[in-house]
């Protein structure tokens, strides 16, 4: 028996294509869509497809602005990134799925479930939040100004420091991260950072009628806290830090991530 089908493509919504990858199982499997951060790519999530090809059929993109996909010209919203993720949904046919989602995929996929939430099966929520924070506008300001004066380089290797534990920044992991932040184009970063200034998809949070597991890189500043919290506005929800990982816990710490992402899926 052979591995997984992989199937890759574009499809392209108002004038922006997107960039998706399909490791199809079998035509009975269920379904698992991923969504990436800001800055990263779709292979963000190599390590969680090599774990589950082969029971799941598996759909991951780049959001717009990121990896393979096209740039957007103006700045976005959460609710244009949760359209893409659902007209790609449909354009694959996928008739329900378990979503998981990476900080900006997490109000991505929240604000999809508040506009279809026939779609969704389960929902696995990765350090990110329903809402931005209070100091989000600047925060997100100050970090497009400094991309623009200095460059992606420069805002890749500040990044890097802070999503990863220190003991790894001198790792052939860290080499491989930096790069993936570093190639995301400017724009792209711009349009997709300012979705992340002003957002709230907290009314959502009550709708959740479906089990929604949240995972967090226990080192990732207050976000374990705050995704402990959200977890208690939710009917189904489970929460679980992973010791010694910040910000992308899937890609620092995979076999740690792989084992609680294999339980939120039972």
């Known amino acids: 028996m052979g591995g997984p089908l992989i199937m890759e493509g574009t499809f392209v919504r108002d004038g922006v294509a997107l960039n998706y990858r ?18 990263t790519d779709l292979s963000i999530w190599d390590e969680q497809v090599a774990a589950l090809a082969s029971a799941w ?3 991951r993109y780049d959001q717009r602005g990121h990896g393979q996909s096209g740039v957007p010209v103006a700045a976005l919203d ?3 990134l949760a359209e893409d993720l659902l007209a790609l949904i449909d354009f694959v046919g996928i008739e329900r799925c378990t979503y998981v989602g990476l900080s900006m995929g997490v109000p991505t996929g929240l604000a999809a479930f508040g506009t279809r939430p026939e779609l969704f099966e389960r929902l696995v929520l990765v350090d990110g939040q329903a809402r931005s924070a209070a100091t989000g506008l600047a925060f997100w300001e100050e970090r497009i100004a400094f991309a623009r004066e200095h460059g ?8 890097m420091k802070r999503w990863l534990r220190p003991k790894r920044y001198d790792s052939q ?3 491989r991260l930096q790069d993936m932040i570093a190639a995301t184009q400017l724009e792209g970063f711009v ?4 979705a992340l200034r002003e957002y709230d998809q907290s009314a959502v949070l009550p709708q959740l009628d479906i089990p929604v597991r949240l995972i967090a890189g226990a080192e990732d500043g207050a976000m374990p806290a705050t995704m402990k919290a959200i977890a208690g506005q939710i009917a189904d929800a489970a929460f679980e830090a992973l010791p010694d990982a910040g910000h992308v816990p899937n890609f620092e710490k995979p076999a740690e991530f792989n ?8």
């Open 22 to 39: 399909i490791d199809k199982a079998d035509p009975a499997a269920p379904w698992l869509v991923f969504g990436n951060s800001l800055m």
């Open 57 to 59: 059929n598996i759909l």
């Open 78 to 80: 959460i609710p244009t």
């Open 152 to 159: 992606m380089a420069a805002l890749a290797e500040q990044t």
């Open 173 to 175: 992991q860290a080499e």
């Open 191 to 194: 349009a997709c950072a300012s």
């Open 259 to 266: 084992a609680a992402l294999a339980a939120a899926l039972r």
